[in-house]
């Protein structure tokens, strides 16, 4: 027979140990479900007037800090889901905003296209879905030329723009996006193709805006969207010390040394 004291002992031993296990648990636990957790995703998410289409995460590819220069070439980053069980055409565009006197954080683009991805479709037979109307601005001779590559603009982060000429790279066609019953379409960083805003009205840096318009062959409304530019999944690298920026603290050290 075990004495009171090595009784006493003994549950004391064993609640401790007990509590030592059910924090551990605990803290596994916090641990294992914060690895799971994913950053969310920059970007503007909206749905057309009758939310048969839901554009999800629509921003502009992150340039670096110096953003894209005036006249530049900017690809879009953006899911676009049809949630009928009809096909869906979708024509973006862009034009400035009807207040572009007062949102100087807006840019528009001379034209949207879809760059690279092989070449051009041909033309659809006449049963196929009509080209939504309205917003988008007449075509021009500008519409098939030549354009830089999509990822020409954006340099990396901390860098200024280049202004050297870019290599030719396939022709832009127009941003006329076909979507099956039930489907969608999703435009990534790194994509083959990638739709782009040809020919920057001013210059688009981080905080600004562009004005973008989308329209719906279904007889949704146009939904007019200001897509901002993402944001990095790494910060920008900090710039070089400035000459004798530490020069002071460093005398100080040297005297009190």
């Known amino acids: 027979m075990r004495s009171l004291g090595t009784r006493r002992a003994f549950l004391a031993t064993g609640v ?6 059910a924090l551990t648990g605990c803290s596994a636990g916090q641990v294992a479900e914060t690895a799971l957790k994913r950053a969310s995703t920059p970007g503007v998410n909206i749905d ?9 995460n ?7 800090t110096a953003g894209y220069a005036a006249g530049a070439n900017a690809p879009l980053e953006l899911g676009i889901y049809n949630q009928t069980k009809q096909p869906v055409t979708v024509m973006v565009s862009s034009r400035p905003s009807d207040d572009q006197a007062n949102r ?22 006449s049963t196929a879905i009509p080209e939504p109307s309205g917003s988008r601005p007449p ?17 990396a982060a901390g860098q200024a723009p280049s ?10 066609r127009p941003a006329r996006i076909e979507i099956g019953p039930l489907g969608s379409v999703t435009f ?15 210059k688009l840096m981080p905080g600004n805006a562009l004005n973008l318009v989308f329209e719906f062959s279904n007889g949704a409304q ?15 690298s900090r710039g070089p010390a400035v000459p004798g920026e530490h020069a002071e603290s460093e005398e100080q050290d040297n005297t009190h040394g």
């Open 48 to 56: 057309n007037s009758d939310r048969t289409v839901l554009i999800r």
């Open 163 to 172: 202004t050297a000429p870019a290599a030719p790279a396939a022709a832009a």
């Open 104 to 125: 100087k954080d807006l840019v528009a683009a001379r034209q949207m296209g879809l760059v690279g991805g092989g070449a051009a479709k041909p033309a659809a037979p």
């Open 16 to 21: 401790a140990t007990v509590a030592a296990i």
């Open 139 to 155: 075509a021009d001779a500008h519409e098939g030329e030549q354009v830089p590559s999509a990822h020409a603009s954006a340099p």
């Open 58 to 64: 629509l921003s502009v590819q992150y340039p670096g």
């Open 222 to 236: 146009p939904l007019v969207v200001q897509a901002p530019i993402s944001v990095p999944l790494t910060p920008a």
């Open 188 to 202: 990534r960083p790194g994509d083959a193709e990638q739709l782009t805003a040809l020919g920057l009205t001013g």
